[in-house]
């Protein structure tokens, strides 16, 4: 089968989770045996922040990382559609594309056919930024991915599309899984951006506080940190340590006793049952992690069993103090959730999801 996807960057995960999940993805159709082609535009912010920073260097170390995965970068105006799709089976579309490659796109499959066409939301701007996600044209679309059963109810009831199904995001286990390293550089690691201002007070509460107080060895990585935060990070004893290449999280994991989780503040209130990937991703690593509060409404994990919940600052002093003086619970939490991703949610059981999906619509 060949399938074709547009994505806003393969090569960079600068501020950009969704490559993580499409580079797990795109690698397991290749090593089913399907032709894949992928598409991003030359001037995505993503890569462009990324080269800013570090050079070229990232992306060389990419396709050392990733052989079998190939890009090809357009200008939308210049953009053949006819010859992009030529051939294709299965074509999708991420929600981080312009509006117009999203209707074109679109068009094509209602005028010339041939392939069913999705849409992929991975974000939390059908909350956030409605308008943004309203303006859509999705006529010509078999239907929308959406990355948890509220957003794809969204859909339903703002009649943004005609069919709608619930796709979770999953941890690339060829790449995510345990490494064996006795010695550990410190405490607690984080792996996570700033961003806006949609989690500052919640990143206080249940990361930066408790390590401080509990004289913790810790490092954060991630980009977005304004200066008041990298500030706040140098005077609780915290060290900062940028950018971190996504596939380089699991080397970084061996070394810390465990990690947290911090959802973003849309989707602990409105957007229920979605974890992001970074949880699956840490799970399938082997490290014992604690989170925040968010709601598992889709029953994805066992919390408590998989990771621990703090509700409030003073658990999370609490769960990080019991980890450290407790290594046969660290040990059991941390296999309990490596046995949950290995069994539910790997990117071949979504590359599974998502050709039953196809068959779906093609009966």
């Known amino acids: 089968m060949k399938i074709v996807l547009f994505y806003h960057s393969l090569v960079s ?6 490559a993580h999940f499409l580079r797990g993805v795109a690698t397991e159709l290749i090593e089913r045996g399907h032709e894949l082609a992928i598409y991003e535009p030359a001037d995505s912010w993503s890569r462009q922040n990324l080269v800013d920073e570090h050079g070229e260097a990232p992306i060389a170390e ?4 990733y052989p079998k995965l190939r890009s090809t970068r357009y200008a939308l105006d210049a953009l053949d559609l006819d010859e992009a799709l030529a ?3 299965l074509v999708i579309v991420h929600e981080w594309n312009e509006h117009d490659l999203v209707r074109r796109v679109g068009r094509h499959r209602a005028d010339k056919g041939g392939y069913q066409l999705f849409f992929h939301d991975t974000h939390h701007r059908a909350i956030t930024a409605p308008s943004q996600m309203q303006g859509y044209d999705l006529s010509g679309y078999d239907g929308v991915l959406a990355y948890g059963e509220v957003l794809r109810e969204l859909y339903m009831q703002r009649d943004w599309t005609r069919r709608a199904w619930t796709w979770h995001e999953a941890a690339d286990t060829r790449v995510f899984h ?3 390293n006795e010695e550990r550089e410190g405490d607690v690691v984080w792996i996570g951006n700033w961003g806006d201002d949609e989690r500052s007070a919640e990143l206080d509460e249940f990361l930066v506080e408790p390590i401080a107080v509990l004289g913790l060895k810790a490092k954060i990585f991630g980009v977005r940190y304004p200066d008041s935060a990298r500030e706040r990070l ?6 900062y340590g940028g950018w971190l290449a996504n596939y380089r999280a699991p080397e970084v994991f061996a070394r810390y006793k465990m990690t947290v989780h911090v959802p973003r503040r849309p989707y602990v209130e409105a957007l229920r049952g979605i974890p992001t ?3 699956f991703e840490a799970l399938a690593c082997g490290i014992p992690l604690i989170s925040s509060p968010w709601e598992d409404a889709e029953n994805l994990f066992t919390p408590g069993k998989d990771f621990l919940v703090a509700r409030n600052g003073a658990e999370m002093k609490k769960h990080m103090r019991a980890l450290l003086e407790d290594k046969q619970m660290a040990r059991e939490l941390s296999e309990h959730g490596l046995r949950t991703i290995r069994e539910r949610h790997t990117c071949a059981h979504r590359v599974d999801e998502l050709l039953g999906i196809y068959e779906e619509v093609n009966a």
Do not use: C, L, V, Y
Not at 62 to 65: A, C, M, Q, S, T
Not at 234 to 239: F, L
């Open 178 to 180: 345990p490494i064996e």
């Open 87 to 89: 051939g294709a089976d």
């Open 277 to 279: 990937i970074r949880p």
């Open 13 to 18: 995960d600068w501020n950009h989770g969704n």
């Open 234 to 239: 140098r005077r609780s004893g915290i060290e």
């Open 62 to 65: 990419f396709h050392e990382r």
